[in-house]
């Protein structure tokens, strides 16, 4: 080997050992998990109004309890108003949790060994919410730091015993080193009066495409007072909920004259198990529609469960069709004793729309690119990685009749027609206020582009509404190569890249023999 082709070795094998350390350098920083306080991480405060159980449960860390983990008898309540207020302050130290010493200040206040008086403190502006849907009030817009929270107004609540305040900080350690949590959850309790309280409270959790099932439950709990007994009980449902959801008559129960009767009932003795009633202690009124009252058999068992026992019907149906403002909503009446009541709850829905153009233009606007919807980006990654196999793809929503989908149920393609050419409509999405994401995969490109190769993110948002900011999302596609062609008159590609290799070959071969040459005319100097 040369002199100068072992220096050129070694050059490359020091360049190569380099990038190696940069390499691992990079690798070694990303596994690093930043421990410290994010103030850049989104934070959120949920509060979950509830009525006290006969068994109070633990002390709650912050996180979000899990479905059916709460005691039956632990209801939402609706319409109750929390004031937040940031403590900035207390005896005259500042309050700064992006220092040490400010979370020193709280620390006693925090364990609860110092009582915390809102007096001595210097108190923020007050944030309020009122509680809706299921009992969540949900502050979002708070910065880091610690909050003073109060029950400020029941409302038309019958309360006995209000909620205690309480502090919170945000973000909230938790007990895995070096941990913080940025969504925190309250479950602040009151004891409720001497009226029945009727609450109505839908689960859309495994709801996500139209025509999915949604679970609506009407609880009544009746006065933990001495010798109370029911007379009279019903629960009448509005009619606005037949016209968005049908009621899925595969398990509801259904009376000759059309009424629909719950898919379960059951009375629950304060601190009891169910016992199920039966649709032979169910009655209705002779008017059709989801109308139930208690016979005679069904108030002898609510009587018999004694007072402070809670009174539940489930009722399941599935999303027809969404309005407007996204809000499936209904409303429930209920009648105990000749007293009058309402209770709703709502579950929310949108929309979204794809715009498959040319890649750098989105003006050109491309009809036949076809897409399914994926509730997780695992998913979604999975289905793409089909796509590239040419396998077929799985895991995707089905939607139901109005969405818009193929004769599949689960792809979208983009139209080609008009004003709507290059544009796929997905109709009925399970949405949020704070917009609810999922992401879509390109299962098929139009001919003569290249499909998407990687999952597109989509936020939905509640409403029919496609003229707002995050609607509408933009997908390329990049149009196919062409091959190169022989030129004009020429020997063709491959006798031209030969003879360019022979040539290139020749001149180094010439430039190396060349310099042999004079080096070996030059004389040797004289010594």
């Given at each position: 080997m040369s002199r100068t082709t072992r220096r050129l070795s070694a050059a490359v094998a020091a360049v190569a050992l380099g990038a190696t350390a940069l390499v691992g350098v990079a690798v070694s920083a990303a596994s690093a998990a930043p421990s410290n306080i994010d103030p850049n991480q989104p934070r959120s405060l949920t509060i979950h109004k509830l009525s006290q159980p006969a068994t109070p449960g633990v002390a709650g860390d912050g996180s979000e309890l899990a479905p059916g983990s709460l005691p039956a008898d632990a209801l939402p309540?609706?319409?109750?108003?929390?004031?937040?207020?940031?403590?900035t302050q207390i005896g005259g130290k500042p309050v700064d949790l992006t220092t040490d010493a400010g979370w020193a200040t709280i620390q006693p206040y925090l364990n609860g060994t110092t009582p915390f008086v809102p007096g001595s403190a210097t108190l923020g502006a007050p944030v309020k919410q009122v509680t809706a849907?299921?009992?969540?009030?949900?502050?979002?817009?708070?910065?880091?730091?610690?909050?003073?929270?109060?029950?400020?107004?029941?409302?038309?609540?019958?309360?006995k015993t209000p909620a205690q305040p309480f502090l919170v900080t945000l973000p909230m350690p938790t007990t895995e080193p070096g941990t913080f949590r940025y969504d925190v959850h309250a479950y602040p309790k009151n004891t409720l009066g001497d009226d029945p309280y009727t609450v109505k409270t839908v689960d859309d959790a495994s709801a996500h495409a139209i025509g999915d099932k949604v679970t609506w439950r009407v609880s009544t709990k009746l006065p933990d007072s001495a010798g109370y007994q029911v007379s009279t009980y019903g629960v009448y449902e509005m009619p606005d909920l037949d016209s968005l959801a049908?009621?899925?008559?595969?398990k509801v129960w259904s009376a000759d004259d059309g009424t629909q009767f719950p898919d379960s009932a059951t009375?629950?003795?304060?601190?009891?198990?169910?016992?199920?009633?039966?649709?032979e202690d169910l009655a209705s009124s002779s008017s059709p529609g989801p109308i139930t009252e208690l016979s005679g058999s069904g108030l002898m068992k609510v009587n018999t469960a004694g007072p402070g026992?809670?009174?539940?019907?489930v009722y399941e149906t599935r999303v027809l069709a969404i309005p407007a403002n996204g809000k499936v909503r209904n409303e429930a009446e209920f009648a105990v004793n000749g007293i009058n009541k309402f209770a709703n709850a709502e579950t929310l829905w949108g929309t979204a729309r794809l715009n498959k153009h040319v890649q750098g233009d989105?003006?050109?606007?491309?009809?036949?690119?076809?897409?399914?919807?994926f509730t997780t980006q695992a998913a979604a990654t999975a289905a793409a990685a089909q796509v590239t196999a040419g396998q077929p793809v799985t895991g995707g929503l089905t939607f139901g009749p109005g969405a818009g989908a193929d004769a599949d149920n689960k792809t979208f393609t983009t139209k080609d027609q008009g004003a709507d050419h290059g544009f796929a409509v997905i109709g009925g999405l399970k949405a949020s206020a704070a917009g609810t994401k999922y992401w879509v995969v390109e299962t098929a490109a139009p001919a003569g582009y290249v499909a998407s190769s990687t999952p597109t993110e989509i936020t939905v948002y509640p409403g029919t509404d496609l003229s707002g900011a995050g609607a509408?999302?933009?997908?390329?596609?990049?149009?196919?190569?062409?091959?190169?062609?022989?030129?004009?008159?020429?020997?063709?590609?491959t006798a031209i890249?030969?003879?360019?290799?022979?040539?290139?070959?020749?001149?180094?071969l010439f430039a190396i023999f060349g310099r042999r040459k004079k080096q070996q005319e030059t004389p040797t100097p004289a010594a």
């Open positions: 309540i609706n319409g109750i108003e929390f004031t937040v207020q940031q403590v849907n299921g009992g969540l009030a949900v502050f979002n817009t708070l910065p880091v730091g610690l909050f003073y929270v109060t029950e400020t107004n029941t409302g038309s609540n019958s309360i049908r009621w899925d008559t595969n009375v629950t003795p304060k601190g009891g198990a169910p016992v199920p009633l039966h649709p026992s809670i009174i539940e019907f989105t003006a050109k606007r491309l009809a036949g690119a076809k897409f399914q919807v509408t999302v933009n997908i390329a596609n990049a149009q196919r190569t062409a091959g190169a062609l022989p030129v004009l008159g020429g020997a063709g590609m890249g030969i003879g360019g290799a022979i040539l290139i070959a020749g001149g180094i």
